[in-house]
């Protein structure tokens, strides 16, 4: 097959200079250097680095190791040995809790770590869409708590205090939960549009404002407060509002999850392949480019905003209608939109990236419960881990230096000595080195 | 000097032409606030009368108290807020700006009025009142300060949350171990710092987006705090987490005047270095060459480059300086208002502080002003608690960021960052 090279050598050949220039002989350096600088291999390198990282605040903390410390220097394996139990019982923890159980007896048990983190994911999907979507257009939105709570209340009265059958219950409580999201997260954009109010004092603001709010409506009988009882706390949610579990009643998987995915699309395509989506895009990139082109800068951040609250709203449906369905209090955000700030940041605010986040953070925080309740690791270190990870990735020349992997665009060991060489022999016949470079 | 000498001529004709912008939103917040006050006195109008006690035990001399009655007060403040609000429309027609004491005098009112109304039958401690306000927001001004030093070298800082927990929970430790409470605010200075050079670190040097950083760390600060009390801190309380607190320490003479006295110089050392801060990064930043420069590497780094200022270098010195700064707010949690640390123990002061930051438009003085309205309004509440108040305590909670947000719609609007700010530099 003598045309298969053909190509290549009836171009000029490559001059030495160029380091874009493909050679032959190079192509698997070349290709070694496409994986190791790329963004597959960071990732797994900054999970590998946050998990390391994480090792080392289980071992100094463990109890055996500080045992095991005292007398190191008699008997320093039981040291290394208590170390590694200590991290290696934390982490096969983490994973049994978070994806399969070797030790079930049936595949269906074995796996069902699985379905609770896709269950922990589903909320952390969808606040994280809502997050990433305001970023795309250039708005911070921390309001994730307040619109959540907004949100539950809305469709959690909806779901104890309306009578109808199973469907149409449910799906009014969906609404009202997405309406009212939309509200919090509108006001947001109606301030910054007609005002200039920085989006993250009025976001910030509209956390305490609804926390307040609710709590004042559940501790005010004929609100949300369940009748007869002075807790606050609401009635349990009517069997006709509640989210039916989709793998059946031996999973606590629920329909949420499923919205969470048709959530997913409809993000990917609002902002790929609808003309708002340019319009929210174009804003985020240059909102004064965005005016001048002709678009209604006040206007996006109004509607952005509405559907990012929605989206975070559905988080707080989410809550209220699938996983705790005994009736709320108003701790019901469980810190969810904050976590969706990490969440969208991780996922680079697309929507599949923050699926893939969002389930991530699930599986971790699934199995930072099932590492707490097992080897007494207090869950906190999975937001040790999950930080870094995010911080690791976002930055990949430190990921890079750390592990001494080349840096794109900086000449290969191969080219530096060439280059040496050159210069040597240019320094021989008398020109100067930067002549050659250039 | 002969080349400077044309540039006033230039100017002057400019002058007359300038187009001044006519913006209603201070005589519209007003109306606003003066309609609902006056809607909320009639329809729950309140008997008796008003007691505003003045003085404590050891002033040089004691201010009688002040008998209101508290109806009467609260239509006299309309009165007063309706006049304002005239005023304001008179000068929007004028095509005046609202100035800022009629905007004080706004306030006066409506505080005045609504603790008569409000505490009506009771007795409204004012030294506690103020006071308190102070102690709750000393915590939010180290960390605005903290802020403003940041955004206005270029490097945004959400991380302020992180840098108060970081030296709460520091604090704590070293001055449980150690007994002396400096020591324990060194710590809490270096754990700021360390929270601010990671943040520069990846802003600075790697060029990562500031915001992405700073909220992640944010949950790291939580996380590793949060691993270190359960696992470490709770099971050795009494070695490792019952700090030695610092102790009210009166100024002679000063700590004797009336009212103003026992609100400001009857307070503890940390709140002293706060005064003094205060004041430094204010007159240092607009008063010496650090202050210029800073200014110059958060409006313009290239222009600054260009004519030698270091532009890293600046960045980073300063990133520690605020990182300090915000730690020493992180000690008075646990060296001055609460005995013990505990998980997330800061509630999101440092996010108030960010509002402060942005609210007081990058100036450590209004800053300061900002977060003392936080402090005032959380305050408020609590002691209408005590006293009884007509008003679900849920809605007094509320107020602090209600009135912000109407602040920042009316007032502030349209703010106006530094330049540079959240944007990475890189040197061509």
Excluded at chain 2, 386 to 399: A, D, Y
């Amino acid at each position: 097959m003598s045309t298969a090279k053909s190509p290549e050598t009836e171009l000029p050949p490559p001059s030495a200079d160029d380091p874009h220039a493909p050679r032959g002989v190079d192509r698997w350096q070349s290709a070694w250097r496409n994986v190791v600088t790329g963004n597959a291999l960071i990732s797994v390198l900054s999970v590998l680095l946050a998990i390391i990282a994480g090792s080392i605040m289980i071992a100094f903390t463990d109890e055996q190791v500080q045992e095991a410390a005292g007398y190191f220097f008699s008997r320093p394996s039981d040291t290394f040995e208590a170390i590694w139990n200590a991290v290696w019982g934390a982490y096969t923890a983490l994973f049994q809790g978070a994806v399969y159980n070797f030790q079930a007896d049936s595949f269906a048990a074995a796996i069902r770590p699985l379905t609770q983190s896709l269950n922990f994911a589903t909320p952390l999907i969808v606040a994280g869409l809502g997050v990433g979507l305001a970023f795309r257009a250039g708005m911070f939105n921390i309001g994730g708590q307040g619109q959540m709570l907004m949100a539950a209340a809305a469709a959690g009265w909806v779901g104890f205090s309306l009578d109808s059958p199973w469907p149409i219950q449910m799906i009014i409580a969906v609404l009202a939960g997405l309406a009212a999201g939309a509200v919090w997260g509108g006001i947001v954009g109606v301030l910054k549009a007609k005002t200039g109010a920085h989006e993250v004092i009025v976001t910030i603001m509209l956390n305490y404002v609804a926390f307040y709010l609710l709590s004042y409506m559940l501790s005010t009988p004929g609100l949300l407060q369940a009748p007869g009882s002075s807790n606050p706390k609401t009635p349990p949610m009517d069997p006709g509002a509640i989210f039916p579990e989709i793998l059946g009643p031996r999973f606590n998987l629920h329909l949420g999850f499923i919205l969470s995915l048709a959530a997913v699309a409809f993000v990917w395509w609002l902002l790929n392949r609808s003309s708002m989506g340019f319009r929210f895009r174009a804003v985020g990139e240059n909102p004064a480019a965005a005016r001048v082109a002709g678009i209604n800068v006040g206007g996006v951040y109004i509607t952005v905003m509405a559907i990012a609250g929605a989206l975070v709203g559905l988080a707080g449906v989410d809550q209220v209608l699938g996983t705790t369905t005994s009736g709320f209090s108003v701790g019901i955000d469980a810190g969810i939109g904050f976590d969706a700030i990490t969440v969208a940041l991780l996922g680079r605010s697309t929507p599949l990236g923050i699926l893939a986040a969002g389930i991530l953070f699930g599986a971790f925080k699934a199995g930072g419960f099932a590492m707490q309740a097992s080897e007494g690791v207090p869950v906190e270190i999975v937001l040790v881990v999950q930080s870094l990870i995010v911080l690791f990735i976002a930055a990949p020349p430190l990921v890079r230096a750390i592990f001494r992997l080349p840096q794109p665009g900086q000449p290969t060991r191969k080219e530096r000595k060439a280059k040496r060489a050159r210069a040597a022999a240019g320094a021989d016949t008398g020109t100067t080195t930067k002549g050659v470079d250039q | 000097m002969t080349a400077t000498a044309p540039a006033p001529a230039a100017a002057a004709p400019q002058e007359q032409h300038r187009v001044s912008v006519v913006s209603w939103k201070v005589p519209i917040t007003f109306g606003v606030f003066t309609v609902l006050l006056a809607v909320i006195y009639a329809f729950a109008p309140r008997d008796g009368e008003t007691t505003f006690r003045l003085a404590v035990g050891t002033d040089f001399f004691a201010l009688p108290d002040l008998v209101l009655p508290a109806q009467a007060t609260a239509w006299a403040t309309i009165v007063v807020m309706a006049l304002a609000t005239g005023a304001s429309v008179g000068m929007t027609l004028m095509r005046r700006k609202t100035p800022l004491w009629l905007v004080i005098i706004y306030t006066v009112a409506v505080l005045v009025g609504f603790l008569a109304w409000a505490a009506a039958g009771g007795t409204v401690p004012m030294v506690g009142l103020l006071g308190g306000a102070l102690g709750l927001a000393v915590p939010i001004i180290f960390g605005a300060l903290g802020g403003v030093i940041g955004e206005r070298v270029g490097v945004v800082n959400i991380a302020i949350e992180g840098q108060l927990l970081a030296g709460a929970f520091s604090a704590a430790v070293v001055s449980s171990i150690t007994g002396v409470p400096i020591a324990g605010m060194v710590a809490a200075m270096v754990a700021g710092m360390l929270v601010a050079l990671v943040l520069s670190v990846f802003a600075i040097t790697y060029y990562v987006n500031q915001v992405i950083v700073g909220v992640v760390l944010n949950v790291l600060v939580i996380g590793v705090t949060s691993f270190l009390f359960s696992q470490v801190l709770a099971p050795n309380t009494a070695l490792l987490n019952s700090p030695t607190r610092f102790q009210t320490l009166p100024i002679p003479l000063l700590g004797d005047i009336p009212l103003i006295g026992p609100i400001f110089f009857r307070q503890t050392l940390v709140v002293y270095i706060m005064y003094i801060a205060v004041f430094l990064v204010w007159w240092g930043m607009f008063r010496t060459k650090w202050g210029l420069r800073l200014r110059a590497v958060g409006e313009h780094p290239q222009a600054a480059d260009t004519v030698g200022i270091k532009v890293a270098a600046t960045r980073y010195s300063n990133m520690l300086l605020a990182g300090a700064i915000a730690g020493i707010g992180g000690s008075f949690f646990t060296l001055v208002s609460v005995p013990a640390f505990n998980r997330e123990m800061t509630a999101g002061a440092g996010f108030i502080a960010l509002a402060a930051v942005i609210f007081g438009k990058w100036d450590p003085i209004r800053a300061t002003l900002a977060a003392l309205l936080f402090g005032f309004a959380s305050n408020l509440q609590g002691i209408l608690g005590v006293i009884g108040s007509p008003v679900p305590s849920q809605f007094m909670l509320m107020l602090p960021y209600l009135v912000t947000i109407f602040a920042v719609a009316g007032l502030v609007g349209r703010s106006r960052p530094p330049a540079a700010s959240g944007i990475p530099y890189e040197k061509q």
